[in-house]
């Protein structure tokens, strides 16, 4: 029996299997994301339950269900993920190599593709190495928009990681099993019914990967400088819109995440708030929205995108 | 008992916050058994167009 009278065994306990209380919200996230698979499925295959009478009633469901089952593919894999990829969210490293599997899966990705994806773009930040960024016109700034959503997935993605995953020596064997473990469960709606898996599980994925983690990837470093002495908080830009980070697992505090990369997702608006000071004397990027709407303006014509160099109202140099 | 009633309260809410948009996309994908397909879609361009300028 502890001196606080059993509270702290109990608690520990409850959350054996989770590394962090907080971790029950990824689990909940991605589980409902399959759900949501599952029930267009479900739909499609009984077409009368949901209204379906002909050709363009089953294009509107189809249409329906690609965008969300994208946009939420998007969030589970380059948030929710992301989050696992950093600190694992199980206690037992069985439960979070498997769970990995059938996480990334249905964004179209091998976990261990994504992993490595990821660890390229933090050691190598804004560098001429960090190939997951836009690349960089004559003056050092980014590509459009449009063009690096369009062709970073799955087309330069996968030339580097062909390069340096499948043809590594030491790598390769890995990469293939991993492979060959993601084909398998990706292939199960192909299995279901080829076409429904065309429309209900490829399209969504590329539009989670095209429009939702692409856009995500870009506005996060978009007109920011490799981290240096001189310009420590420049490498990010942040995004504080409450909406935005309660249901994207705190991506917007992006500086800090990738200046403390171990810390919780769930611990870094106390983080931001602890470094607000050395955030603003240092000059860093706040907007006072997410990405959704920093999408919007980097996407349009150049009065647009002027407005998205506008600095969060709180974080001026007085 | 209050207490335990506003817990309960928080921590629903923070699940239903935090999964906001998979909860959201299963109410519109299975709403169409209610309101048909085309609603939905409606719903969905709505959604993305409000994402779009708000978030």
Known sequence: MSRDGGTAPVESDRWHILSHPQDLHCVIF???????YASAFWFYKHPKLVGITGQWSRAAFVATSAILL???SGINVG???HNHSHRRIFTSPF???WFGRFWTFSCAWPSFFWEYTHTVHHAKLLGNEDWTLPQRNADGSFESFQRYVLEHWPWRYMVHLRKELISHPTLRRKALSEFAIFAALWS????IDPIMAMWLWVLPQWFGNVWVMGPGMYVQHVGCVRKTPERPVSHSNIFLLKFFNTTMFNIGYHLEHHDNPKVH???LPELHERLKKELIDGGAHVLPYGYYYAS????????RKTRFGDQHADYTKT | MKRRARTFVSNAGLVMGRSFCPFLAIAIIAGAMLWGPWVSLGITVLAFVTAMRYV
């Open chain 1, 188 to 191: 199960i709606p192909f299995c």
């Open chain 1, 70 to 72: 994208g946009w939420i």
């Open chain 1, 265 to 267: 997702w769930s611990e």
């Open chain 1, 95 to 97: 439960m979070n190599r």
């Open chain 1, 30 to 36: 991605h589980m409902a994301c399959l759900v949501a």
């Open chain 1, 296 to 303: 919007f303006l980097l996407a349009g014509d150049a009065e």
């Open chain 1, 79 to 81: 948030v929710n993920f």
